[in-house]
């Protein structure tokens, strides 16, 4: 699957029927301020460097330099906030995962954003990426995640090719991979193990039922992973400090966040797995429908998909975000993905996190996962 295409700027907007901060979008005016939930990581640093541009933007384009608050925050409970919330949300756009998105469509949570831009506009996003997303609308791709192994210098060339290393005695207590019961990413190690044993994930999901019979051997080869971990971590904020204290020797984590690694100056570098790098389509953000400034609201959203929006992605290290019809993606993307083997698990994810099958299989890597049962 190829995501490697140039875009288009965007332009336009059109206007919605509510109160914006004490301003219409009758009146053609935007309320002065707008709260994002941005997610973690380099999203939110991402965002946090648009806030400046936007407001300028904001101000060459209707005279109000609207303000962003940026609201960092885990995904999983961002959504399960906006649920506890609803209708009287606290967000007026959102970073959230593809599946809660989707869930949040035929739940009216979001404004659509497709109808924002001009046909011409709507199709220089990349289409592959586009119909892998599956949003119907309400958002764009923004990035390909791609999950490597990030190795302490120390270890010699070549003492970790797999994911599998991680079940190594030499290894014992000095590997993390994140959780499935703490976050999203932790569902990649489950997708590796399937991968290495050739297991085929769709006997798992069937009409409905999870087959705990078929997806246990994947189950237990993670649960051998987490017996010899040091911690299964939380995201890239648990990872990082054992990563510069050298006290994890292996990491599972994203591709953008190892290359910011290394520029840090961290002794670590990349491994690609030899089974294939787990990689899936991000979506951008999406526009609450109870928003109480749906002009900037719309406006951040389209911005954050704009030229100036990836020339400043690149700049902030944000190197694995999408590019569209007539932009470039970053040379060290564009250099990463042209010799990684792209293992595609947005399907695999789907199912994994499907409220029909993810108790179930959140029980499952509880019991065998975490409790060794």
Excluded at 37 to 65: C, N, R, W
Excluded at 125 to 142: C, E, H, V, W
Excluded at 217 to 237: D, R, Y
Excluded at 361 to 370: E, M, P
Aim: zero cysteines; hydrophobic letters at 45%.
């Amino acid at each position: 699957m190829m995501y490697m295409r140039n875009w288009l700027a965007a332009a336009g907007i059109t206007a919605l029927s509510a109160l914006a901060s004490g301003a219409s979008a009758e009146d053609g005016k935007p309320g002065e301020e707008l709260v994002v939930y941005t997610g973690t990581g380099i999203p939110t640093d991402f965002a946090d460097a648009l806030v400046a541009p936007f407001s300028m933007h904001m101000q060459e384009k209707y005279g109000v330099p609207v303000h962003v608050r940026t609201v960092p925050g885990a995904i999983p409970t961002v959504w399960a906030q906006l649920q506890t919330e609803w209708p009287n949300p606290s967000g007026d756009v959102y970073w959230l995962y593809n599946q809660n998105i989707r869930a949040g469509i035929d739940l009216g949570y979001w404004l659509p954003l497709q109808d924002k831009f001009t046909r011409e506009e709507w199709a220089s996003f990349d289409q592959g990426a586009m119909k892998t997303l599956n949003t119907r609308g309400y958002s764009a791709p923004i990035e390909i995640s791609a999950w490597v192994l990030v190795v302490q210098n120390s270890l010699p060339d070549g003492a970790v090719t797999s994911v599998g290393d991680f079940a190594k005695t030499e290894f014992a207590h000095r590997i993390t991979f994140d959780s499935a019961l703490s976050v999203g990413s932790g569902y990649n190690a489950i997708a590796a193990a399937a991968a290495i044993r050739g297991d085929d994930w769709h006997t798992w999901f069937q009409n409905g039922q999870f087959n705990e019979e078929a997806a246990r051997p994947a189950f237990e080869l993670v649960g051998k992973w987490a017996a010899n971990a040091l911690t299964l971590t939380q995201g890239s904020g648990s990872i990082r400090p054992l990563l510069r204290r050298g006290e994890s020797l292996i990491s599972a984590w994203w591709w953008h966040n190892a290359v910011e690694e290394l520029r840090a100056g961290t002794a670590v570098h990349i491994v690609e797995p030899k089974e294939g790098v787990v990689a899936l389509v991000q979506s951008g953000p999406v526009i609450s429908s109870k928003t109480k400034n749906p002009i900037a609201a719309v406006e951040w959203a389209k911005f954050v998909h704009s030229a100036e929006a990836n020339a400043i992605a690149q700049k902030v290290g944000y190197l694995n975000k999408l590019p569209r019809a007539g932009e470039s993606a970053s040379p060290q993307w564009q250099e990463f993905s042209s010799k990684a083997k792209l293992l595609w698990v947005d399907e695999f994810r789907d199912a994994m996190l499907d409220p029909a099958y993810n108790e179930k299989v959140l029980d499952l890597y509880n019991r065998v996962v975490i409790q060794g049962q």
